[in-house]
């Protein structure tokens, strides 16, 4: 079996974890930096992951207790390194990677439906490696030049289908849409209360307090934000939703007078074009109309959904993008990339740098030269910072838009595929009809009570993972837990998905059976039978 071992001789365990691993007594710079280690490193590297990409077999995820891996890990730093040093590395580093990929969620695999990262183009991958490897931190000008340029040309393929006024909107990227989010609101904040940098927390005429408007069904990064910002969890005014997870458009109006007159000076307005949850995308066109209206900052939180702009037959999803101030696009959602590389836009491009109100004479020019002018640390928190556009540049200009589309096209009809599919089983409920990748349902055999279902959907999710075929996840929508599948894989084809039906079906049934079994056995012992004859 692949997963939950269990731990049977934990003192046999602690004895390896607490043993002194001993140094190796040399090691040459040298060597460690030669050619020759770079390339037998490289090859070992290469051949796991070429193993690891060709296995198209059913795999969700192998959890296992940490004791375990502990266990692993330790003798893997035990066990002596032996001569000629170099070989005994190379098989050192073939089994840590073994250990690494085994115990990972095998985001290669058709049974991976879980989660909203996905397996990478591995073309990424590759230039993420040499990212890691030649090592520019890019947010500064003179130590990226390429990135720093490519941040640029990236900014403008894909305004090309945001469509911002070309002369002045700008690209900041982050490690993250929760950072991101932070960072657009932190913009929104300073852009209303010039002096909440300096001076803290505004105390205005009226002594009413900054606020943020959200969506009831917003990511958790958003109330973090807030929390951070000083604003206040207090201060977030839930905007209802509607049937569908979207913002209810016809409550914004009233929900935001009602701010209003309980002293509440709302500065930003967050929408989602995709929510984490069942992926559902907020009216933006109409948002921004009432936003523009009542000078309110209007924040799309796109991380899951903007991809959807490079469809043609989804980019409709998020009509009036060109209208938000800003908005966060998680690269390594629907792009594909590597974790993580999140775009954030803005439309108007001088204000990214009220997010952070700062002057550091060590690293801020006062004027901006020609370099300096690519900088982008003054937008974004990181000081250090991956060179995060690389990966994705690369793929667009080997790849183009094209790949991207049909990824996303070909997900979103799987997924769509799958809903009519479960329309069709009796004994499975869609919560939603979808509208992207992510699909909520439940399964709803006749034996099982309304009161018993949503506790029934969590245990046959943990008893699914724990078989380590799928890995899927679950949601819980206003106290009605659901499972939850997000099609990232486009190896996963509507058969699998089925397949995955059945497993649930297969399961509710043998815990049916075990019951059977053991009241039987409970009403013989009962009754004096012995069990053995029974069977
Ligand atoms: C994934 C997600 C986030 C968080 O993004 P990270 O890149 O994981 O920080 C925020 N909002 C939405 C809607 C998301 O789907």
Redesign the pocket.
């Known amino acids: 079996m692949l997963a939950m071992h269990s731990i049977d001789d934990n003192d046999a365990l602690k004895t390896i974890d607490t043993l002194k691993v001993e140094d190796p007594k040399t090691i040459e710079l040298s060597e460690v930096f030669s050619v020759e280690e770079f390339l037998q490193v490289v090859e070992v590297a290469l051949g796991s992951l070429s193993i690891y990409l060709a296995d198209d077999t059913l795999r969700g995820l192998a959890l296992t207790e940490p004791q375990h891996i502990m266990h692993e890990a330790r003798q893997l730093m035990t066990s002596d390194l032996g001569e000629p040093h170099s070989a005994a590395r190379q098989e050192k580093l073939k089994a840590i990677l073994e250990l690494y990929i085994k115990t990972g969620i095998q985001v290669h695999s058709p049974g991976y439906m879980g989660r909203?990262f996905s397996g990478v183009i591995p073309m990424a991958g590759i230039v993420d490696l040499v990212n890691s490897i030649i090592n520019q931190p890019s947010s500064f000008y003179e130590a990226a030049q390429l990135p720093s340029v490519a941040e640029r040309i990236m900014a403008n393929e894909l305004n090309r289908f945001i469509g911002y006024p070309d002369d002045n909107f700008a690209l900041v990227t982050t490690s993250?849409?929760?950072?991101?989010?932070l960072t657009a609101l932190l913009t929104a904040r300073n852009s209303r209360y010039p002096q909440f940098w300096a001076e803290g927390a505004p105390v205005t005429k009226n002594q009413e307090r900054p606020a943020i408007a959200v969506s009831g069904d917003?990511?958790y990064?958003?109330s973090r934000a807030a929390g951070i910002m000083g604003i206040g969890e207090a201060q977030l005014v839930k905007l209802p939703i509607d049937g569908k997870g979207c913002i209810d458009l016809s409550k914004v109006g009233a929900t935001l007078d009602a701010a209003k007159a309980r002293g509440l000076d709302v500065f930003c307005l967050v929408a989602?074009?995709?929510?984490?949850s069942v992926c559902a995308f907020d009216p933006i066109e109409e948002l921004a109309e009432v936003c523009q209206k009542r000078n309110i900052w209007l924040h799309v939180?796109?991380?899951?959904?903007g991809s959807l702009l490079l469809s043609e037959q989804r980019k409709h999803k998020l009509k009036g993008i060109e209208k938000a101030d800003s908005f966060?696009w998680?690269a390594?959602?629907m792009l594909f990339m590597p974790?993580?590389c999140?775009l954030l836009f803005y439309k108007e491009g001088n204000k990214r740098r009220l997010a952070f109100n700062q002057e550091a004479s060590y690293v801020f020019e006062k004027e901006d030269d020609i370099y300096t002018e690519y900088d982008s640390a003054q937008g974004n928190f990181e000081c250090t910072k991956r060179p995060l556009i690389m990966n994705l540049w690369v793929c667009w200009v080997m790849y183009g838009k094209a790949l991207f589309e049909k990824k996303i096209d070909l997900l979103c009809e799987l997924t769509d595929s799958a809903y009519h599919f479960l329309e069709q089983q009796p004994d499975f409920t869609a919560l939603h009809r979808p509208e992207a990748n992510i699909l909520c349902f439940r399964y709803c055999p006749s034996q099982v009570t309304d009161a018993e279902l949503s506790d029934f959907q969590l245990r046959l999710r943990n008893d699914i993972k724990a078989a380590g075929k799928f890995f899927i996840s679950k949601v819980n929508i206003d106290g009605i837990t659901a499972l939850r599948v997000v099609f990232m894989n486009h190896e996963t084809t509507l058969v699998h998905f089925s397949m995955l039906l059945d497993e649930l079906r297969q399961t509710a049934t043998q815990w049916r059976e075990d019951r059977n079994v053991a009241m039987r056995t409970q009403y013989n012992i009962k009754n004096g039978a012995n069990e053995a004859e029974q069977i």
């Open positions: 909203q993250g849409a929760s950072l991101a989010n917003s990511h990064s958003v989602t074009s995709g929510t984490t939180d796109a991380a899951h959904g966060a998680d390594h959602k974790a993580m999140t």
